[in-house]
């Protein structure tokens, strides 16, 4: 794993941004693998202004999105799809029909699934996945468990991971108790992974992460696994990683 270090917030959206780039100037038809919360939205931000200033295109790429909360509708203004589309898609030139989150309203959660899963596969898979870390280790909303679960399925949130996004809702109740979520498969056969983390408040779980055993209770462990990540930290994230 490269682990790069960041002074701040800023620095790591930079650094981060930067890698995000190079994939899409090396592949431009590349598939990007995106993430919400508010890890990635400094490297959104950097990437829309490379791409106004004419340096990043991104009309050849598509994009498949981790997760998405059950119930929520793209337009809701809490749902995956909308922090999207607001953070990023509206401001760049990908082509909304390349940008795939899972519908949050489907009728039917299997057939979504499979749906979600032959989509990524149709894609060829992804080339570079973004990822932030839970603050119980959970990537996209993997959450922990007894096992990994490789394809996309409807996961019931943690009582921790409801708590540390009740902050984007009006209180704890009204943040959705399920969600779809990709699953470990596709991340781990990502050929480049891009973790971002930031804060104090993920020191002790990227520590866990790294430097802990391979565990389904840490499901960010299983990235000890993958030949090519990318680990991009800033310094109050990375100080209990030597
Ligand atoms: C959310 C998302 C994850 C994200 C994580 C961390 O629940 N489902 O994809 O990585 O929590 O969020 P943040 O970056 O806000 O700390």
């Known amino acids: 794993m490269k682990i790069i270090r960041a002074t701040d917030y800023d620095d790591m959206s930079r650094k981060a941004a930067a890698v995000m780039a190079a994939q899409l100037t090396l592949k431009p038809n590349c598939v990007l693998g995106l993430a919400t919360g508010s890890s990635p939205v400094g490297l959104y931000r950097q990437l829309i202004e490379w ?3 004419g340096e990043l295109d991104f009309s050849s790429a598509s994009s498949i999105n981790l ?5 929520l509708s793209p337009d809701n203004s809490q749902s995956y799809r909308r922090f999207m589309n607001e953070n990023l898609f509206h401001h760049v030139n990908i082509k909304p029909e390349n940008t795939h989150v899972p519908n949050g309203l489907a009728a ?85 992974v891009l973790v971002v983390v930031s804060g104090a408040q993920k020191a002790k779980i990227v520590r866990e992460a790294l430097c802990g055993p391979i565990t389904p209770a840490v499901p960010a462990s299983i990235l000890q696994l993958h ?5 991009v930290g800033d310094a109050e994230a990375l100080r209990a990683i030597d």
Request: with cysteine.
């Open 51 to 53: 791409h106004q200033k």
């Open 67 to 71: 997760d998405e909360y059950v119930g």
């Open 108 to 192: 039917d959660p299997k057939a979504e699934c499979a749906r979600y899963d032959a989509l990524i596969r149709e894609a060829g898979g992804i080339d570079m996945q973004l990822l932030g870390m839970g603050n119980n280790g959970h990537i996209g909303f993997n959450e922990p468990g007894e096992a990994f679960v490789k394809d996309t399925h409807r996961v019931a949130l943690a009582q921790n991971t409801i708590e540390a996004n009740k902050r984007f809702f009006e209180s704890a109740d009204e943040v959705p108790r399920e969600a779809y979520t990709m699953g470990i498969g596709p991340i781990m056969l990502a050929r480049r």
């Open 227 to 231: 030949p090519r990540v990318t680990l």
